[in-house]
């Protein structure tokens, strides 16, 4: 049973935007920190922006910092990873994660509860 639902993933020209969705059940979504992952063929995992749906304070990797922005509509217990002025170094697959903490070292892989099942983002050169 697939508890986090991605969408939002293509291909765009360097320079343009993408929006990603993730979207759970309000049991998960509630007092939960929501993460979006990268994943670059032959290397890991990192995380890439996380919020918390309570305190709601951002954090991401600095390669992120000033182009991307994470977000929630709580209404819809659904995060958001705004991507602006991407660059092809950006292409990866995305996941949406979540957990109860966020944390210092939010960015790693271990200890996330639930994961989504992947979206392709491509942005050519």
């Known amino acids: 049973q697939v508890q986090l639902v991605e969408s939002g993933g293509g291909s765009v020209p360097a320079g343009g935007s993408l929006r990603l969705s993730c979207s759970t059940s309000?049991?998960?979504?509630?007092?939960?920190?929501m993460a979006w992952f990268r994943q670059i063929p032959t290397k890991e995992r990192d995380g890439v922006a996380s919020i918390h749906t309570t305190n709601g304070a951002p954090q991401y990797a600095d390669s992120v910092k000033g182009r991307f922005t994470i977000s929630l509509d709580n209404a819809l217990n659904t995060v958001y990873l705004q991507m602006d002025t991407l660059k092809p170094e950006d292409t990866g697959t995305y996941y949406c994660a979540a957990r109860p903490w966020c944390g210092a070292l939010w960015f790693r892989t271990n200890n996330w509860s639930y994961w989504g099942q992947g979206l392709q983002v491509t942005v050519d050169s």
């Open positions: 309000a049991r998960i979504y509630e007092n939960m920190c």
